[in-house]
């Protein structure tokens, strides 16, 4: 006869290996975050709950506005100076993240108006700088830049912490870690792969890695055969949907990636790795966000920082994970960025040369590749 094992229960030795791990609870944080759902962060024994402001829905606002806790909105340096306001005695010019006090009486669209430079400009409160600023609330922000979302958040004090988020079903967790696995480098897992013929040439195989964080999988895709004991003709492209996929005329993405399959088809093989960084890493709804701004004037650069961007929000690491994963340790990288070819160094991927790729001017994109050269240290030779 079957004898019924007992349940796991708390005593079992399988516990500490199901329960999730510090990288899975951050991004299962993350996901809260994407999704609207406010997340509790703890550090030093205060506990400060956390919203993304482009999720805010009225009555989540109302109801922490409603509270007697003072509500703050934190934006980065970058957006602080877009706006051009003056926060006081209190704002310390060194933070990248600056807590704002929300006024009394000021409404979402006070939020939105500070948040998202698409809403007109609420007028009638004065913003003060709250405190200076500390590590809940760069985790906040890092978490808000993680789920591309704007870089914008509110957060509201919080007593009784731990029986708050259970009993409303709110992940908790600790600043500090979100920080350091947001900022550690991510393992990539080879997931599957296949032959791929291709128009450019009919020998090529796809390799697809999966990222440690739950995030949008990476391509490597081999054209032609590729001899691995000589260096590699590679290229790091980020995902550009507009440049890759429709031929958007205002970058050269387009260009570049087809000039990267010819080069590398005539030269019997190289490898493109196609990574899933849209917009410079801060995703496609955040890029749109900036191209309205450039619509309005500003260039490429400040579109990201008057969104409260950093210029460059990508992490080429992930590129020279794939690399090692694929046994490729020297190679010869087509690219105009010197910043690639530093991170792949830095990283123990030998470049031997860099490999110029200027293709795709248009009228449309002339002050664009003259902003990358100008201001984000891009070579045009
Ligand atoms: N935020 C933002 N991203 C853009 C804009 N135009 C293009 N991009 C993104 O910029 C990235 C360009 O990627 P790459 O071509 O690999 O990189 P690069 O830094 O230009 O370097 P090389 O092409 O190797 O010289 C892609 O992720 C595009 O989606 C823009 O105006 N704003
Ligand atoms: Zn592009």
Sequence with gaps: MNQLKPAFGLDSPLVSAIAPRSIELVMRARGDVRLGVPVILSHQGKCVLMIAAETLTLDRFNA??????????LLTRHRVAALDVNLGPNDSLASKVVAISVPQGAGLDWVMSMADPAYPRATGHTADCAQPSDLMHDAAIALAKSAQLLPAALTVPIADARSFAQANALCMIDAADVLAELSAERLQAPVSSAVLPMAVHEAGRVHVFRPNDGGVEHYAIEIGNPDLSKPVLTRLHSACFTGDVMGSLKCDCGAQLQATCATMAAERGGLLLYLSQEGRGIGMANKMRAYALQDQGLDTVEANNHLGFNDDERDFRN?????????????RLLTNN?????ILKAQGIAVTERVPLQVGKTAQNTRYL????????????
Excluded: E, R, W
């Design 338 to 342: 010197p910043a690639k070819m530093a």
């Design 64 to 73: 922490l506005a409603a509270d007697q806790q003072p509500v703050q909105l």
């Design 370 to 381: 003259a902003t990358k050269a100008a201001k984000s240290g891009h070579l045009l030779t």
């Design 319 to 331: 590129g020279a994970a794939i690399l090692k994963q694929l046994g490729i340790s020297t190679v």
